[in-house]
Structures are given as structure tokens and as C-alpha cells.
């Protein structure tokens, strides 16, 4: 008898226990471009990372810090999260979240199933979820989620213990609410390891933000490309002091876009049809392939 409650009880923690995600060492690299809501202009890239804890009315929360690394090292606490039943909650960021705590992910959801989305102030749809692999191997859930009135384009996808793969962590879903501003997740990284970037072809840092250094010396010099206008709305031109062989755009969730056969120094593309926000675009030229970041407004 005592031998099947044993059984009973570990089936139990078993079938209901799951890995907590959210500690120290986690972080989130991420850039920002365009103009937002209040006329600020933003081209800068900034680290989140987890480091430490705290207490508001009684709960438990871990610290979330921020940093410009392009411009200083300093680290300032910028919100509080807490991660219980697969679900995380945000306090202590901007409306609608300064003082009371709000649900920002449920990883517990599935095809079919719709949230509210605390920030954007809409309902968004998972429209597919499935399991995906990180780049230090290890598997965990992915979410896609939509909203109805959009284009598919601006999709956002989530990862269990990483947040949005697309836009900044504490702004998920950032796309489903039609707003002239940029913000987009570039990676996530465990104490200098890498699990998970956005873009597959590119590497984990923008220009001047060195993120993952065993990456960044991976890059070639951004000062052999020239893209202009940028930002722009319509066309754009891309010139190289080397050939360029092909050129390929992504979306905020890593998605490609765009891509054209060139075999010249200098091209110019059209991305009228491309939704607001910033993309990535890469170029394999004679010396190897360069990334420049590119923002549609």
C-alpha cells in the first residue's frame, strides 16, 4: 500500500511540476528604431538580464535589469517578473503595469486558445504551437499567436522561459497593436551562452553592442555596406565596395521576406509591401555575409 502511494505521489509531481526559467543569469539583447507613440526617437540596442530579488506586498519577484551597452555598463532595475504554473507576471514597467501586477505569458496555452495582452489592450489567437530545439540543445514550447486584422507578417511567437522571440520581454505581442514604433528581441542568452536568436543567418548583436563576443568577431565590417534612405517607406538602396551576390530580408520573428540574386556592387529594392517595423537584412557578398539593420516606417 505504501509502495502505491509512493508511485501515486511522484506520478503527481511528476505530471504537474515544471521547470522554472526565470533566474539569474538569463538574459534578453534587443534594439529599438523608428518613432514611437510619444514622438521619441529611438535607434539604440539595450541587455535585459535577471539579477536578483525582491518583495512587493508579500510576493516574490525577480529583478529585472537594463543597460545601454553602446553607450555605458551601468545597470538599472527596469520591472519585476514572477513565474508560477507556467505563467509569467510583470510588475513595476509603464502602463498598464506600473503598480499592479499583470499576466504577461501563459506557455500553458495551446492551438486555439486566445489571451488578453495586458499592453497592446487586445486579444491575441495561438494559431500554432509545437516544440522547437535551442541552440544549446535543449527543447522547450513555442507559441504563435495572431490577431485577425493583420498581416501574418506581424505574428508573434513565444518560447517557454524566454518570452517573445520577436519583441522585447515585456512587450509581447508588441506587433498586434498598430503603432508607428520598432522594437525587436535579437536573442537570449544563459550566462553567455546562446539559446535562441531571432535571426538564423546573423549573429546575436546589433552595431556597437557587442553581445556574445565568441559571435561578434564572426561579423565582417558593417562599413563595407551603405543602405539608404533608412529609414524609409518605399524603396531603398544597397551599395557594397564588393560584390554582392544575394541579398535577403527578415522579419521581427526571423522570418525571410525578401530575397533577390544581384552579382553587383549596388542594388535597389522596393519594400513598399512590408509592414511597419525593423527587419534585418542580410547580404552574402565575395567576402562573406554582412547583416545591416533596416527599419520600414
Not at 14 to 37: F, R
Not at 183 to 211: K, R, V
Not at 270 to 275: K, N
Request: net charge negative; charged share 20%; aromatic share 12%.
Amino acid at each position: 500500500m505504501k509502495k502505491l502511494l509512493l508511485f501515486i505521489a511522484l506520478v503527481f509531481v511528476t505530471t504537474n511540476s515544471y521547470s522554472q526559467y526565470l533566474i539569474d543569469g538569463l538574459n534578453w539583447n534587443n534594439t529599438t528604431g523608428g518613432t514611437d507613440d510619444w514622438g521619441v526617437n529611438l535607434h539604440r540596442n539595450f541587455t535585459y538580464k535577471v539579477e536578483g530579488d525582491t518583495t512587493i506586498g508579500g510576493v516574490g519577484y525577480k529583478l529585472i535589469k537594463k543597460n545601454y551597452p553602446d553607450i555605458n555598463q551601468e545597470w538599472t532595475t527596469a520591472f519585476c517578473l514572477r513565474e508560477e504554473s507556467r505563467k509569467w507576471y510583470i510588475i513595476g514597467a509603464y502602463a498598464p503595469y506600473i503598480s499592479d501586477e499583470v499576466l504577461l505569458y501563459d506557455f500553458s496555452l495551446e492551438t486555439g486558445d486566445s489571451i488578453y495582452t495586458a499592453w497592446a489592450q487586445n486579444y491575441a489567437s495561438v494559431i500554432e504551437h509545437g516544440d522547437t530545439v535551442l541552440e544549446n540543445g535543449q527543447t522547450r514550447k513555442y507559441l504563435i499567436l495572431s490577431k485577425d486584422n493583420l498581416l501574418p507578417t506581424m505574428d508573434d511567437m513565444w518560447i517557454e522561459g524566454l518570452g517573445s522571440a520577436s519583441c522585447h520581454v515585456e512587450l509581447p505581442c508588441f506587433y498586434l497593436n498598430i503603432i508607428d514604433a520598432c522594437a525587436i528581441s535579437l536573442c537570449t542568452s544563459y550566462n553567455d551562452e546562446l539559446l535562441f536568436t531571432t535571426f538564423p543567418n546573423l549573429h546575436c548583436y546589433d552595431s556597437g553592442g557587442n553581445f556574445i563576443t565568441s559571435l561578434h568577431n564572426l561579423d565582417l565590417p558593417e562599413n563595407t555596406i551603405t543602405i539608404y534612405p533608412n529609414p524609409t517607406s518605399k524603396d531603398v538602396n544597397i551599395s557594397s565596395e564588393n560584390i554582392i551576390n544575394s541579398i535577403e530580408v527578415f522579419n521581427s520573428i526571423g522570418q525571410r521576406v525578401y530575397q533577390t540574386k544581384v552579382n553587383s556592387k549596388s542594388k535597389s529594392i522596393s519594400i513598399s509591401s512590408l509592414s511597419k517595423g525593423v527587419y534585418i537584412v542580410g547580404l552574402n557578398t565575395d567576402i562573406g555575409y554582412i547583416k545591416k539593420k533596416l527599419i520600414k516606417n
